[in-house]
T-cell receptor
Framework: GAVVSQHPSWVICKSGTSVKIECRSL??????MFWYRQFPKQSLMLMATSNEGSKATYEQGVEKDKFLINHASLTLSTLTVTSAHPEDSSFYIC????????????FGPGTRLTVT | QKEVEQNSGPLSVPEGAIASLNCTYSDRGSQSFFWYRQYSGKSPELIMS??SNGDKEDGRFTAQLNKASQYVSLLIRDSQPSDSATYLCAVSSNYQLIWGAGTKLIIKP
């Protein structure tokens, strides 16, 4: 149980274009999903917390107009990187929290974004 | 600012020995504690959770919690090369998880 999928697993895009990443909880309902970014050899960095049906809460320093998050259902959250630039190249990971559970988060496999 | 502290390592342990990973946290109100394992280039995977003082064992893994000392640890018995990874400690605080930076563990054959 507690499986989270993420799509795509990797993507290459050109500078200035937008990329959408999907995160789905497959066998549980997730009222809260989280988006993280991780640069090579660095720690996880929480970007934003999204709650189903409401606006995402962004961490300090994360541009909400650049990283658009939509959590339209209890099993799906999307992250759109708008006007991507090479410095946005990173490993993006989503996680989901089971509404009936404690605070544990279950992670998707991650999306490796390369902006050329 | 709530914090979770871990030694970044690397911690090098011979194969077959016990690996001991430690984590301290600042929020005395924290109630839930988790250990995640992250292999290089992969996403974190939940391996242990603990909610009350004492030890919790699951196979070769034992989590230990001491709320008075604000200390949580993970012991890995009979360490295997496949245990080489970064281990992340996460602590609940204000309906969120606060993450440690992780300890890199290397098991030497």
């Amino acid at each position: 149980g507690a499986v989270v999928s993420q799509h795509p697993s990797w993507v290459i895009c050109k500078s200035g274009t937008s990329v959408k990443i999907e995160c789905r909880s497959l066998d549980f309902q997730a009222t809260t999903m989280f988006w993280y970014r991780q640069f090579p050899k660095q720690s996880l960095m929480l970007m934003a917390t999204s709650n189903e049906g409401s606006k995402a809460t962004y961490e300090q320093g994360v541009e909400k107009d650049k990283f658009l998050i939509n959590h339209a259902s209890l099993t799906l959250s999307t992250l759109t990187v708008t006007s991507a630039h090479p410095e946005d190249s990173s490993f993006y990971i989503c996680s989901a929290r089971d509404w009936g559970g404690a605070y544990e988060q279950y992670f998707g496999p991650g999306t490796r974004l390369t902006v050329t | 600012q709530k914090e979770v502290e871990q030694n970044s390592g690397p911690l090098s342990v011979p194969e077959g020995a016990i690996a001991s990973l430690n984590c301290t946290y600042s929020d005395r109100g924290s109630q839930s504690f988790f250990w995640y394992r992250q292999y290089s280039g992969k996403s974190p995977e939940l391996i242990m959770s603990i909610y009350s003082n004492g030890d919790k064992e699951d196979g070769r893994f034992t989590a230990q919690l001491n709320k008075a000392s604000q200390y949580v640890s993970l012991l890995i018995r009979d360490s295997q090369p496949s245990d080489s990874a970064t281990y992340l400690c996460a602590v609940s605080s204000n309906y969120q998880l606060i993450w440690g930076a992780g300890t890199k563990l290397i098991i030497k054959p």
